[in-house]
């Protein structure tokens, strides 16, 4: 037999996970990065970065106008960092009709443009 966790598990789980995210007085934050790991743009979540929805963590941009984007770019992944700096997971990028982990709202595929602002389509897990 395989365990099988409860929604209420689920729950207690995803809370400790925002909790994590949210342990110090900095915002959490993800990194999104090109194919050779260089830094496009910080995302900046705001605080708390997530709540718990549907037995999911739905993560909130800190700036809804979005994070200006330095370095011009294709993303690929992105790096999750809670706000005192400590690595929490990494996963895939993509723009709103992709199938990443992470969605960069406003584009066609996932170029950014430095001096552009990037926003967040969608971060979600649960």
């Not at 709540?51 to 999911?56: C, F, I, M, S």
């Not at 602002?117 to 971060?123: N, P, T, V, Y």
């Amino acid at each position: 037999m395989t365990f099988a966790a409860t929604p209420e598990l689920d729950d207690a789980m995803l809370t400790g996970i925002a909790g994590v995210l949210d342990a110090s007085a900095d915002p959490a934050y993800a990194v999104i990065l090109d194919a050779s790991a260089t830094e496009l743009v910080t995302i900046v979540f705001a605080k708390p970065a997530a709540e718990l929805v549907d037995l999911e963590l739905v993560f909130t941009q800190g700036d809804l106008t979005g994070d200006l984007i330095p370095t011009q770019g294709n993303a690929t992944s992105f790096e999750l960092y809670n706000g005192a700096g400590t690595l929490l997971g990494a996963g895939s990028v993509s723009d709103v009709e992709g199938s990443g982990d992470l969605k960069i709202s406003g584009t066609t595929g996932t170029l950014l443009y430095a001096g552009a602002r990037a926003i967040l389509g969608e971060l979600k897990f649960g």
